[in-house]
């Protein structure tokens, strides 16, 4: 059988994910909550109200619990079948059987991978909703057809709806489309058939919001999610009647990145319950909190985003680990380092696998430089959204948040193919004799 191993691999992968079902509960991470609660109002009355999240994931948890109730293990089996569906759908991103083997056993390592889709936290639905753009842009380009492209901002919609860190990412589609080589009026029929989900959607939530809340915007409180990352450099406006909110609740000297989030949660508390102020005063001050707090320290705050970058793309934390050995695991390599802990420090990057994502980025880098050419060409569809997305995302999340694995973990699969690329190729040189070599085209592996 001409498939015999790939077809192997692929079982091996499922009963991976079978064996993970039945071993852990789901899993449960700090963001869950802020999902969950607006999901089951969702369910029980079929009205959304949140002015920190969008609907996209919580509406996909409510039909879980509207068929199913209060349980989420219908949930975490649903996201499993999505992982499963990304494998699926990256394999035949491939033309060959030895990239797709190399992928099924990098698929099959990527631990970290799995194990956000145990949690109930949004990054699976957004990955899934993010490489079935990648295929759509890639049909698009393929054929010229735009269906596949109206499909593609469909999706891609969908997917600002579960993260709103995508909403700038059509700007770099544009991009794209604008670059092709055809009519100006066909760029921009191509440019207007894009935009044109993405464009309804975000404004029709947007007027939602106004009816409801009093702010035309995609989200109403979305300073929530990023004041926490300027802490450690923060300036106040001149007469600011949050400032002494801050102080109060800050710790004193430098914050590290597990206090932030709790720290935050307990100004926006105080600043309510002790000045009074509503949730879009709130929204206003962090806003000119955040922008004045960049504007004079420049430096910092770029040092700090180099930091974040890093940490995206080299941090790992694999929740199955997390669960199995609790206390045992430093909850970063960052607190492992701080403490001097450095039994504890091997055995995160053990438990952790950090060597495996080391690898995936600097093969993610290594196809990157020696395909650049065809990248910008765009003779593969599917690998430029993918790298564009990866910079994208990495870019956006470092600047505003924290550069956590999880946040990275949506963009893995297109790291992953990547990789595959690069080794399947390796192999092929050295099964190809050299007078044969000069004579291969430098498509895809």
Request: glycine content about 4%; some cysteine; aromatic content about 16%.
């Amino acid at each position: 059988m001409k498939n015999r191993t790939l077809f192997l691999l692929a079982l091996l992968i499922a009963a991976q994910h079978i064996f993970f079902l039945a071993y852990f509960p789901p899993i449960l991470q700090p963001d869950s909550g802020g999902y969950i609660a607006p999901a089951q109002t969702l369910a029980s009355s079929l009205s959304f109200e949140s002015t920190t999240r969008l609907p996209g994931y919580p509406a996909f948890l409510a039909v879980f619990y509207r068929i199913f109730g209060d349980t989420n293990l219908p949930v975490i089996i649903f996201q499993h079948l999505l992982g499963l569906g990304v494998y699926l759908a990256v394999l035949s991103m491939f033309t060959n059987r030895r990239s797709k083997i190399v992928f099924s056993v990098l698929f099959f390592c990527d631990l970290l991978y799995a194990s956000y889709q145990h949690a109930i936290v949004s990054e699976t639905l957004f990955s899934f909703l993010l490489c079935m753009s990648a295929i759509e842009f890639h049909y698009y380009k393929k054929t010229g057809r735009l269906p596949h492209l109206l499909i593609c901002g469909a999706l891609v919609a969908a997917g600002i709806f579960t993260k709103p860190v995508l909403k700038f990412f059509p700007v770099i589609i544009l991009a794209f489309l604008f670059a092709e080589r055809k009519p100006l009026m066909k760029k921009a029929a191509s440019a207007a058939v894009f935009l044109l989900v993405p464009v309804l959607a975000i404004n029709l939530w947007s007027w939602h919001n106004y009816k409801h809340h009093g702010k035309f915007a995609l989200l109403t409180f979305e300073t929530l999610h990023y004041t926490c990352r300027l802490l450690n450099h923060i300036e106040f406006p001149k007469n600011s009647v949050t400032k002494e909110s801050f102080m109060r609740n800050m710790d004193k000297g430098w914050i590290p990145m597990s206090r932030k989030a709790a720290i935050t949660f307990a100004i926006v508390d105080d600043l309510k319950k002790e000045k009074g102020l509503t949730e879009a005063e709130i929204n206003t001050e962090f806003k000119k909190i955040y922008i004045l707090s960049i504007l004079r320290h420049p430096f910092i705050y770029a040092k700090e985003t180099g930091r974040e970058v890093f940490y995206f793309f080299f941090s790992a934390h694999n929740l199955y680990a997390k669960y199995l050995f609790k206390d045992r695991l430093p909850y970063s390599a960052d607190e492992a380092i701080a403490k001097r802990d450095f039994s504890g420090l091997a055995f995160k990057i053990a438990a952790s696998m950090h060597p495996f994502y080391w690898l995936l980025f600097l093969l993610t880098v290594f196809f990157t430089v020696t395909r650049w050419r065809e990248l910008l060409a765009g003779s593969d569809g599917f690998a430029t959204y993918g790298l564009a997305l990866i910079v994208y995302i990495g870019g956006v999340t470092s600047m505003a948040n924290a550069g956590l694995a999880n946040y990275r973990c949506p963009v893995q699969p297109f790291m992953l193919f990547c990789a595959s690329l690069v080794i399947a190729a390796w192999f092929q040189d050295k099964d190809t004799p050299p007078r044969d070599r000069k004579s291969q085209s430098p498509g895809r592996a």
